[in-house]
């Protein structure tokens, strides 16, 4: 069975632009949770949708932003990005909510210039 | 609020070495405690869970045991192989308002393994 899948796998962009990530959970499951992980740090939690809405968010500016579709696959939206933004965006996904494991995708390598 | 705190890295051992990474959190109520392993490249991959006090988590030879009365899940292997070479996380859950969880990582521990 496939994992749960990110694209794409590494991005470039300049600094006030827009970027769009995107994540197919693995089959049957029907949460989907993003986190930013800064290089030599832990996962930070950005989003978690469940059943297409927002069941939870991080400490993260408006200018993130996620959805999920009747599908389950989600997206992340950055505007006005910032050198800050730079990091590896990890989605990962989980059968339902509570104290259910997460499985993590390889993630999406954002660079801003 | 919740956090994780892990042993500072790189932890460097030969291999067949008796490996201990310490991880102690601070939580309201009782969480889930979670070891993650992040290999170059790739995302995180669950190594091993528990979900009470003293219960124990393995998988693949590593183990962690639940402690309340010392807030510590140390991860625990009797005998590394440089296969074991990563990056550990600690983490703990916690269930959020809306009903979902989010999990809260520790900083991270480099093991690197060496002939």
């Known amino acids: 069975d496939a994992g749960v899948t990110q694209s794409p796998t590494h991005l470039i962009k300049t600094r006030g632009q827009h970027v769009t990530l995107r994540c197919s959970p693995i089959?049957?499951?029907?949460?989907v949770s993003w986190y930013q992980q800064v290089l030599g740090q832990g996962p930070q939690f950005i989003f978690q949708?469940?059943?297409?809405?927002?069941?939870g968010r991080g400490n993260f500016p408006d200018r993130f932003s996620a959805r999920q579709f009747p599908n389950y696959s989600s997206e992340l939206n950055v505007n006005a990005l910032l050198l800050g933004d730079s990091a590896l965006y990890l989605c990962?996904?989980?059968f339902g909510q509570g104290d259910q494991p997460q499985h993590f995708g390889d993630g999406t390598r954002l660079s801003i210039l | 609020g919740n956090s994780v705190t892990q042993m500072e890295g790189p932890v460097t051992l030969s291999e067949e070495a008796f490996l201990t990474i310490n991880c102690t959190y601070t939580a309201t109520g009782y969480p889930s405690l979670f070891w993650y392993v992040q290999y170059p490249g790739e995302g995180l991959q669950l190594l091993l869970k528990?979900?009470?006090?003293?219960d124990k988590g393995s998988n693949k030879g590593f183990e962690a045991t639940y402690r309340k009365e010392t807030t510590s899940f140390h991860l625990e292997k009797g005998s590394v192989q440089v296969s074991d070479s990563a990056v550990y996380f600690c983490a703990l859950t916690r269930i959020l308002t809306g009903g979902g969880n989010k999990l809260t990582f520790g900083t991270g521990t480099q093991l690197k393994v060496e002939l």
């Open positions: 990962a996904s989980s």
């Open positions: 089959s049957g499951h029907k949460s």
């Open positions: 528990a979900t009470k006090a003293d």
């Open positions: 949708y469940y059943e297409k809405e927002e069941r």
